[in-house]
């Protein structure tokens, strides 16, 4: 086993309403790149493992570049376009009924295309899914991993509109190591809109911890070896941009994890991601000033967690 880790995701060029009322047109975006920055932000092997069309603009690329990522998991296809979104949010931060604008036969030929693992791929100690489907090829591939000791990380997308399986996706939840849903399926699930009632829910699916992302409420975290339920504020910054928020939490909450084994510790190093994430339109740099912003947002959010449990 290596020091690798490996984020699966799409790539999607996004347009997006600010709330301003602007729209910032055409910004690379997606649950695999959002996620790869939460996780390099704290971890220095990443690797993402995503398909695209060959349409993607030469900013895009030197986006991706600038992550300093392993890219030799990116296939890109000749004959199919890459994904493009239209999105808007609400006060709560979460998206309105905005979203997909390719057309779904391509959407699904595209995620249909296989994706194979490198020899170095196949040794990470990490692997952090990012999928609305529950059986897919990459799920059986992140179950061998786990299998050999890497940790499987999960970011289920129970959305209606995409999600075909709730009930097979909501199965993998029980499988995996770690796993972030977001507040509206978490709650769902649970039958309740209660925190702590919902975590202790979650709780009982399996996982050894997991993270529950609540837009601007922050998220709720446990882990079975500590036994606590923490909520994790939101942090001061400005919201200029909502998209990828979630997904930059789930990369960081992976690699917070798997170097702390502590719920609360990965929880804060995820709403740190996150909070980098929504103060820039697209995705942010990640520059030594970014990562001495990361180290002085940490100690915030650790000082602002709050126990649900006592």
Known sequence: MNDLFLVYG??????????????????????????????????SQVALLTRSGTDLEPEHIQTLKELDLDLSGWVRFADLPTPRGLLEYDEQEYLRDTGLMTGKDNWHTLLSRPLSLSDSQRQAAAIHLVTEFGSEAMVRSAHDLQHGGALFSLEPIFDKHSCPDPKTLLRLVGQVDIVVPDWPAARRYASSDDPL??????????????????GSHGSYVWDREHDQFWHVPVLPVDVIDPTGAGNAYGGGWCAGWHASQDARVAGCQGTVAAALMISHAGMPPLTAATRQQAAELLEIALRQTVRLDR
Do not use: N
Not at 24 to 36: D, E, I, S, Y
Not at 197 to 214: D, E, K, M, N, Q
């Open 10 to 43: 799409k790539i999607i060029i996004d347009s997006i309403r600010l709330r301003s009322g602007t729209i910032v047109a055409g910004k690379l975006g997606g649950g695999g790149p959002q996620a790869a920055f939460g996780m390099r932000l704290w971890h």
């Open 197 to 214: 009632t919902v975590l202790r829910t979650w709780s009982t699916f399996g996982p050894r911890a997991i993270a529950i992302r609540h």
